[in-house]
T-cell receptor
């Protein structure tokens, strides 16, 4: 089945620790995205990538880093510089089929601070 | 100014009734796209329906339809014959321009279907 796989489902971070969230897609989509969602809130864009080896900052990139070495993979690292990382993180991918650019999402990762 | 406004933070609807979720948008682009997503309590965002600014017909997907009123800058989601499984958060989003990768998201509406 084609889709987007995020892992782990739950993640705990200790103070001063970097953690990496995995996102893999087998939809052959060119673009991938990372969003953060706080309780009761909408989505905020952290980073996105239109193509391999290229990515752009979104609205809240500070304290996060990404890489895009393969088309299928777009991992997100939450660094120790992100002082309030507790949130729900969603990964998405898209392609400009028929000009629509519909984003499809993974199941998400819930990150908490110990 | 908010580019996407969802004025209903929460709604209660009786099962089997139709429900309309409001979304207004603000853009000066002529070419844009409007999206609706559903987020159940599990958290995954599920794409429901898309409307392009140049589409002459309102989009429909099964029980979902989009009431697109361009002059009013309104893109309301209509769910016919609501079911208990429709209980979820619903988000409206907009792509400004023909090739913009980023979406602008509304704050969402929490829909609860009563049996």
């Amino acid at each position: 089945d084609g889709g987007i796989t995020q892992s782990p489902k739950y993640l705990f971070r200790k103070e001063g620790q970097n953690v990496t969230l995995s996102c893999e897609q087998n939809l052959n989509h060119d673009a991938m995205y990372w969003y953060r969602q706080d309780p009761g809130q909408g989505l905020r864009l952290i980073y996105y990538s239109q193509i391999v080896n290229d990515f752009q900052k979104g609205d809240i990139a500070e304290g996060y880093s990404v890489s895009r070495e393969k088309k299928e993979s777009f991992p997100l690292t939450v660094t120790s510089a992100q002082k309030n990382p507790t949130a729900f993180y969603l990964c998405a991918s898209s392609t400009f089929l028929a000009g629509k650019n519909i984003q499809y999402f993974g199941a998400g990762t819930r990150l908490s601070v110990l | 100014a908010q580019k996407i406004t969802q004025t209903q933070p929460g709604m209660f609807v009786q099962e089997k009734e139709a429900v309309t979720l409001d979304c207004t948008y603000d853009t000066s682009d002529q070419s844009y796209g409007l999206f609706w997503y559903k987020q159940p309590s599990s958290g995954e965002m599920i794409f429901l329906i898309y409307q392009g600014s140049y589409d002459e017909q309102n989009a429909t997907e099964g029980r979902y339809s989009l009431n697109f009123q361009k002059a009013r800058k309104s893109a309301n989601l209509v769910i016919s014959a609501s079911q208990l499984g429709d209980s979820a958060m619903y988000f409206c989003a907009m792509r400004e321009g023909p090739s913009n990768y980023q979406l602008i998201w509304g704050a969402g509406t929490k829909l609860i279907i009563k049996p």
